[in-house]
């Protein structure tokens, strides 16, 4: 099973950027589905960006245009560009990967996961 470290949440103000990554490691890390999801206490845990094993990637309508979702292969690395950052910015952020998914976006194909970063925007 893949192993998933996310690290570069923190508070910012609104407008701000941030940048997560994710560290993978036990596994072909090429052509597997990641994501990056986010969840709030008390709501479910929503998709907010995807890549899938051909390499198409999917965002969540509200973070089109201001999240940028990459993969560096050489490294096994995941990364979630946060650009533009609102209030409604603010969860815990998990990357995940699966070998097989049909959305990259839906929690339900994932079995690994990260522990989770904190991203806190403050208006």
């Known amino acids: 099973q893949l192993q998933l470290a996310e690290s570069g949440g923190g508070s910012v103000q609104a407008g701000g950027s941030l940048r997560l990554s994710c560290a993978v490691s036990?596994?072909?890390?090429?052509?597997?589905?990641t994501g990056w999801f986010r969840q709030v206490l008390g709501k479910e845990r929503e998709g907010v960006a995807g890549i899938e094993s051909d390499g198409r990637t999917r965002y969540a309508d509200s973070v089109k245009g201001r999240f940028t979702i990459s993969k560096d292969n050489t490294d096994n690395t995941l990364y979630l560009e946060m650009n533009s950052l609102k209030p409604g910015d603010t969860a815990m952020y998990y990357c995940?990967?699966?070998?097989?998914?049909?959305?990259?976006?839906?929690?339900?194909?994932?079995?690994?996961w990260g522990q989770g970063t904190q991203v806190t925007v403050s208006s």
């Open positions: 995940a990967a699966a070998y097989v998914c049909a959305s990259s976006l839906t929690p339900l194909w994932y079995n690994s």
């Open positions: 036990g596994g072909t890390f090429s052509n597997i589905c």
